[in-house]
């Protein structure tokens, strides 16, 4: 079932009654059955929400993302204890070893390269060499054939003159919004199959608490580069609004594709994840990535 992200930019508390999140501002009140619920976003100071409700919503595996003075996702809570044998799993993912943890990078830059290769065509209109990059890549991607494909990505991305940076200006707002809600997306995912969002695959900073979580979504990072270019044709404001957050928002059930199936982004996030448990188990030797577009 797809599950419901709501977006709450008003003063309101937040409590539970039968199994449903009961929403209260100054207008009216809702209710909401917990069970349907994926992600909340927490964007206003004045926000209280019960312990029991949160209680609830974590044993539910929903997610709510709080917003700083910035109005951007600045923290998450998810559930500690999803799968039943998750210290099995933790153990499994804490004695992998080096080389497998390479190659599993390795694949993830892959899955990385081809997809901006394939959206900057997409944007463009004109052939590039990105699939040849990919086919440099490396195990453990020694050679930063990541680094050498969003060099020539930025470039080319946008018709103004722009630099990827995390508190950069315009458009950079937008992107640092819509990848707060992919980490938030896929650290759920990974939260969801047992695994250890604290221990990345290649990310290693003592300070990063999602490491896991910022590996794996790189391969989906085009997704929002292109709503963003999307909002960009489509609206003249440089700041984020509720219309725009919203719309960056939608990206959680933008369809991807599977060999089998197609799924919307939340779903195949998790579908995501289980493989990695099972390359962690030895049960295969490739993450299961989708196809961003048909």
Same mark, same amino acid.
């Given at each position: 079932m797809l599950k419901k992200t709501i977006l709450l930019e008003k003063k309101a508390s937040l409590s539970y009654k039968n199994l449903q999140l009961v929403i209260k501002t100054e207008e009216r009140e809702a209710t909401i059955p917990i069970e349907d619920i994926g992600f909340i976003v927490l964007d206003?100071?004045?926000?209280?929400?019960?312990?029991?409700?949160?209680? &609830?919503?974590?044993?539910?595996?929903?997610?709510?993302?709080?917003?700083?003075?910035?109005? &951007?996702?600045? *923290?998450?809570?998810?559930?500690?204890?999803?799968?039943? $044998?998750?210290?099995? $799993?933790?153990?499994?993912?804490? =004695?992998?070893?080096?080389?497998?943890?390479?190659?599993?990078?390795q694949q993830t830059i892959v899955e990385k390269i081809k997809n901006q290769g394939i959206l900057l065509e997409k944007i463009s209109g004109s052939k590039n060499h990105f699939e040849f990059l990919a086919s440099k890549v490396q195990s453990g991607d020694t050679t930063n054939m990541e680094g050498v494909a969003a060099s020539q990505y930025w470039k080319s991305f946008f018709d103004l003159d722009f630099k990827r940076e995390r508190f950069g200006d315009y458009?950079?707002?937008? &992107?640092?919004? *819509?990848?707060?809600?992919?980490?938030?997306?896929?650290?759920?995912?990974?939260?969801?199959?047992?695994?250890?969002?604290?221990? *990345?695959?290649?990310?290693?900073?003592?300070?990063?608490?999602?490491?896991?979580?910022? =590996?794996?979504?790189?391969?989906?990072?085009? $997704?929002?580069?292109?709503?963003?270019?999307?909002?960009?044709?489509?609206?003249?404001?440089?700041e984020l609004n509720t219309l725009l957050k919203s719309e960056l928002l939608q990206i959680l059930t933008r369809t991807v594709y599977f060999k089998e199936e197609k799924s919307p982004l939340m779903v195949a996030l998790q579908k995501t994840a289980s493989s990695l448990q099972q390359c962690y188990s030895g049960d295969r030797k490739k993450i299961k990535y989708p196809k961003l577009w048909s």
């Open positions: 206003h100071p004045e926000i209280y929400i019960s312990i029991p409700a949160m209680n &609830l919503l974590i044993e539910n595996n929903s997610s709510f993302i709080i917003c700083n003075t910035n109005h &951007l996702p600045n *923290g998450m809570f998810l559930n500690l204890n999803s799968h039943h $044998i998750q210290q099995e $799993i933790f153990k499994k993912q804490i =004695d992998a070893s080096a080389p497998l943890k390479k190659q599993l990078w458009p950079n707002n937008f &992107l640092n919004y *819509g990848y707060a809600i992919l980490r938030a997306a896929t650290a759920r995912a990974l939260s969801g199959s047992g695994l250890l969002n604290t221990l *990345g695959i290649h990310h290693k900073s003592k300070y990063n608490a999602f490491a896991l979580a910022d =590996d794996i979504m790189e391969p989906f990072r085009p $997704i929002v580069d292109e709503k963003v270019f999307e909002l960009m044709q489509n609206y003249d404001e440089q």
